[in-house]
């Protein structure tokens, strides 16, 4: 069975300051597949970014940074100097290999960046 | 624009009567899945397809609940003898096929109220 925690529910900071999302995962599968999404208020579910089991390299896109760490089952995400437009809710995703992915999601964490 | 839509994106109907949703893909995306959100909850897996064949149905999808995907275009997901439980987002994601992880692309649901 496949798992993901985020164990943040809620988050609050002031603008321009970082902020780091919690993603913990179980699963028995050697081979997995992690995911963030944003979901803003208007509702749609936007894609952040996906990263394969083997491959353990921390990513940069812009003010977006994610540290996978197999060891510790951990996918966290930050964002750094915040802005309002970063306000809402971040799911963690697992999906399984093969050819297809029934994709497990966290329950999310919803950030509120403060002007 | 030539993201997932979803018809119509929102519905208000009495406990005992019929729904169905649709759920346009991106064109060149051969699968096509159906998840449901509550309120404070992450997407909830219900059915996936892989062009017309409906090859995994989540244990959430009781009898009441059917999806196809004739042409292995467009889906419809018809729930039958609604219930106040049902009351959620319907949202349908599309990725495109392979045996990699591929991130899925979701449209901008369809919600659901029973009265």
């Known amino acids: 069975a496949q798992k993901v925690t985020q164990a943040q529910t809620e988050i609050s900071v002031v603008e321009k300051e970082d902020v780091t999302l919690d993603c913990v995962y179980e699963?028995?599968?050697?081979?997995?597949?992690l995911f963030w999404y944003k979901q803003p208020p208007s509702g749609e579910l936007v894609f952040l970014i996906r990263r394969n089991s083997f491959d353990e390299q921390n990513e940069i896109s812009g003010r977006y940074s994610w540290n996978f760490q197999k060891s510790t089952s951990s996918f966290n995400f930050t964002i750094t100097a915040s802005q309002v437009v970063d306000s809402a809710v971040y799911f963690c995703?697992?999906?399984?290999?093969?050819?297809?992915?029934?994709?497990?999601f966290g329950i999310g964490t919803k950030l509120q960046v403060i002007p | 624009d030539t993201g997932v839509s979803q018809d119509p994106r929102h519905k208000i109907t009495k406990r005992g009567q019929n729904v169905t949703f649709r759920c346009d893909p991106i064109?060149?995306?051969?699968?096509l899945y159906w998840y449901r959100q509550t309120l404070g909850q992450g997407p909830e897996f219900l059915t996936y397809?892989?062009?017309?064949?409906?090859?995994?149905k989540s244990r959430l999808l009781s009898d009441r609940f059917s999806a196809e995907r004739p042409k292995g275009s467009f889906s419809t997901l018809e729930i039958q003898r609604t219930e106040q439980g049902d009351s959620a987002m319907y949202l349908c994601?599309?990725?495109?096929?392979?045996?990699?992880?591929?991130?899925?692309?979701f449209g901008p649901g369809t919600r659901l109220t029973v009265t």
């Open positions: 699963t028995r599968d050697t081979t997995y597949y």
């Open positions: 397809f892989q062009n017309e064949a409906q090859l995994e």
């Open positions: 064109s060149e995306h051969n699968r």
């Open positions: 995703a697992l999906s399984p290999p093969g050819g297809y992915q029934k994709v497990t």
């Open positions: 994601a599309s990725s495109i096929g392979g045996s990699s992880g591929y991130e899925q692309y």
